[in-house]
T-cell receptor, first 116, second 110 residues
Framework: DAGVIQSPRHEVTEMGQEVTLRCKPI?????LFWYRQTMMRGLELLIY????????DSGMPEDRFSAKMPNASFSTLKIQPSEPRDSAVYFC??????????????FGPGTRLTVT | EDKVVQSPLSLVVHEGDTVTLNCSYE??????LLWYKQEKKAPTFLFML????IEKKSGRLSSILDKKELFSILNITATQTGDSAVYLC??????????FGKGTRLHILP
């Protein structure tokens, strides 16, 4: 299995631009998580999906952030418009099931976003 | 406010030493506690703890949870340079929310 796949691996963009991060979870996993990691705030859960349905988006910082999961094998995290404070590493993780105590999440390699 | 606090923030030891990393939490609806190791890239899963007093062990790593005193420790014995990483503790709440600590940065000197 290729593991969780994220793209792009690095992105540098100018303030005000739209940014779209992509994630392909491990095949067969039914839960998907988006995280953001910065030195100041550590690793923060932004949103997670179970069976393609967003369960909790309370970690999404503001309306500029949105996430979708149109099918079991693909999810996007979009920032529009981007701001310099959005600069961080964004991780996607997937796991087999949420709610049954099985939380062995597999993380993707992350997308390093820099907004200038 | 739910929070997870890890200590120390940073630790430098010599190869062969034993280290103990701490994770304390204050949350409203605890379900489980997770430990991750993060090297240069993404975190990798180490342990999930749900019951007090039951040690989880994997090679030189072990972890235990104390739900009365609200903390967990991660022990690494006979440390090796490959153990150098950031170790993250996370608490899963009853509503499936996950809160991570800031991590302990461990550096093993050869």
């Amino acid at each position: 299995d290729a593991g969780v796949i994220q793209s792009p691996r690095h992105e540098v963009t100018e303030m005000g631009q739209e940014v779209t991060l992509r994630c392909k979870p491990i095949s067969g996993h039914n839960s998907l998580f988006w995280y953001r990691q910065t030195m100041m705030r550590g690793l923060e859960l932004l949103i997670y999906f179970n069976n393609n349905v967003p369960i909790d988006d309370s970690g999404m910082p503001e309306d500029r952030f949105s996430a979708k999961m149109p099918n079991a094998s693909f999810s996007t995290l979009k920032i529009q418009p981007s701001e310099p404070r959005d600069s961080a590493v964004y991780f996607c993780a997937s796991s087999l099931e949420v709610g049954a105590g099985l939380y062995e999440q597999y993380f993707g390699p992350g997308t390093r976003l820099t907004v200038t | 406010e739910d929070k997870v606090v890890q200590s120390p923030l940073s630790l430098v030891v010599h190869e062969g030493d034993t280290v103990t990393l701490n994770c304390s939490y204050e949350v409203t609806n605890f379900r489980s506690l997770l430990w991750y190791k993060q090297e240069k890239k993404a975190p990798t899963f180490l342990f999930m703890l749900t019951s007090s007093g039951i040690e989880k062990k994997s090679g030189r790593l072990s972890s235990i949870l104390d739900k009365k005193e609200l903390f967990s420790i991660l022990n690494i014995t006979a440390t090796q340079t490959g153990d150098s990483a950031v170790y993250l503790c996370a608490v899963v709440l009853g509503d499936d929310k996950i809160i991570f600590g800031k991590g302990t940065r461990l550096h093993i000197l050869p």
